[in-house]
């Protein structure tokens, strides 16, 4: 490296920079969570089924899953602003046409588009944090981008909902367009590529199809298969089970041709570095229990409780709160304390929240779920920025583009995976929960039949026959059961996620014991 690219800084502020390219990922990330709640009023209006609008999220999902691995290629040979522009322009372009769409395969291309274009925001917008500020610097950089990574899905649904319930469904993609103008503009003003970037786009670069074949297969089958699966039975369906073996097949021959090849398209061996190896396991893990735990209780409170899709993603409002509150002091933590126990501390705060949370009640209200999923935030505070900063501590700064294409795509995979997991556990423990509880509703268990008489005397006391009330009565049982049957399945769930937290415990406590003031232990 020669001594002026050794000195090299941008000539613009590194935090307005920071700031430009959080702004665009923020509205990805926003993106991934925003059409949730509106999927039932898209429905509707485009005359199509509750099952088949799920469609437009897994068309988004399958591109960004795809671009999100080849991003840091793809940078290389177009240049990383360049690159970044056309994903920003087209990317709220495609908002544009989604918003405007009047058929539902309309929706579907420009959700394509959205999600192959979105996708190369997040890796890229890491990338230029990585090479804007010097390593003891980048902690407090990660703190700002961690505001795109983990409050834009919390805030998602609430926007959504607000957007749909006061405008129309429209609205959650239209609401891209002035943002996404604005962002092209400061990127225009600020971003400029360092001159090893500049030298590297230069080069004349041979595009790896065969890896990208590999990928596709791999990625696109997978996130099928997620998606659709509780729709489709899991594996009693052929079509899950052909996308399981495609996506299998592709993980494999790609994992092995990607070794193997001399210019691949993305460089797996970035996982040599132990860090970066165990950051992507870690947060992968977190990706898994940010999202699996964020359906949670939205969808507790939409199917149980009767909130609106406003008012259940409004439950997860105060948790975002809490987390900007926190970010900036895991920022300055780094300076002082090997992240490597921030980390685990981070696992061991988040998986006691979930315990927590197995406390809910079919009566609970607002204010104890707003808490629960506010506790639960507590510990995610502690986990993106040190995970993320830690993982290029001891990276080489060439291997900055691939190593952030493979960390943010392991993060929304992971996430993807939690999302499925969590719905599967709620739908599948529903039913175990069922059997073992019917075996008391009974007139041969005691407590079963007190409780029945003591609802038949009171509605007999109210003025109903007898007739009537041991009608009713059995009604008020059977209604009952329900509602326990489903808060045990949900407190199963978040047992089960909180098991999942508890791994990055150990997984932490593995990292280099360096500070690290955002990634400088030292290359």
Not at 85 to 108: P, R
Not at 158 to 173: K, Q, R
Not at 254 to 264: R, S
Not at 428 to 434: A, L, P, V, W
Request: proline residues 4%; neutral net charge.
């Amino acid at each position: 490296m020669s001594g002026a690219e050794a000195g090299w800084k941008p000539r613009a502020n590194p935090w307005v920079i920071t700031l430009v390219v959080t702004l665009a990922a923020f509205m990805e990330v926003l993106d991934t969570t925003i059409v949730n709640v509106s999927l039932p009023h898209i429905a509707g209006s485009l005359s199509v089924s509750n099952d088949e609008s799920t469609w437009a999220l897994t068309t988004y999902l399958v591109a960004n899953g795809i671009v999100l691995t080849i991003s840091g290629s793809l940078s290389r040979m177009i240049g990383r602003r360049r690159y970044f522009l056309i994903c920003i322009s087209v990317f709220t372009l495609a908002s544009l046409g989604c918003g405007m769409a009047i058929e539902f395969w309309h929706l579907l291309l420009f959700r394509a588009l959205q999600g192959f274009f979105g996708g190369g925001l997040q890796p890229t917008q890491q990338a230029i944090i990585l090479d804007t500020f010097p390593p003891e610097k980048r902690g407090t950089a990660f703190s700002v981008t961690a505001v795109a990574t983990v409050v834009a899905p919390i805030l998602g649904p609430v926007a959504g909902g607000y957007l749909t319930d006061t405008y129309s469904w429209h609205w959650i993609f239209l609401i891209n367009v002035p943002i996404g103008a604005a962002t092209v503009f400061g990127v225009l003003q600020v971003v400029e590529d360092p001159p090893w970037v500049e030298e590297e786009s230069k080069r004349p670069i041979r595009f790896d199809y065969i890896g990208l074949g590999f990928i596709v297969l791999a990625l696109a089958g997978m996130e099928l298969a997620l998606d659709r699966g509780e729709n489709y039975d899991w594996l009693s369906s052929a079509f899950i089970r052909n996308a399981a073996l495609i996506s299998a097949f592709g993980y494999i021959g790609g994992i092995a041709w990607l070794l193997y090849a001399k210019n691949p398209i993305v460089n797996l061996r970035v996982f040599a570095d132990r860090n970066f190896a165990l950051g992507c396991l870690a947060i992968g893990l977190m990706g898994f229990v940010l999202y699996g735990s964020a359906v949670l209780i939205p969808q507790l409170a939409q199917q149980q409780l009767g909130y609106d899709a406003f008012w259940s993603g409004l439950i997860l409002a105060p948790g975002a709160g809490v987390l900007l509150l926190l970010i900036p002091l895991t920022g300055r933590l780094l300076g002082i304390v090997p992240a490597k126990y921030i980390v685990a501390l981070g696992g061991l705060l988040l998986s006691g929240a979930l315990l927590y949370s197995r406390g809910i009640t079919p009566y609970i209200d607002y204010t104890e779920l707003a808490l629960m999923r506010a506790a639960q935030t507590v510990g995610l505070a502690f986990l993106f920025v040190p995970i993320s900063t830690i993982s290029y501590a001891t990276l080489p700064r060439e291997l900055n583009g691939d190593a952030t294409a493979l960390f943010t795509m392991i993060r929304n995979v992971a996430g993807s995976i939690g999302i499925s997991v969590s719905t599967a556990v709620v739908a599948n423990h529903q039913q175990i929960r069922t059997s073992q509880l019917s075996e008391h509703m009974t007139p041969l268990y005691e407590p079963f039949n007190t409780t029945l008489q003591q609802i038949r005397q009171a509605l007999i006391d109210y003025g109903y026959s007898a007739s009537q009330a041991a009608e009713l009565a059995t009604g008020q049982m059977q209604r009952m059961l329900r509602d326990q049957v489903a808060v045990l399945a949900y407190s199963d769930a978040f047992l089960i996620v909180a098991g999942i937290a508890l791994l990055i415990v150990p997984l932490g406590l593995m990292f280099s014991g360096v500070k690290v003031q955002g990634g400088g232990g030292g290359h």
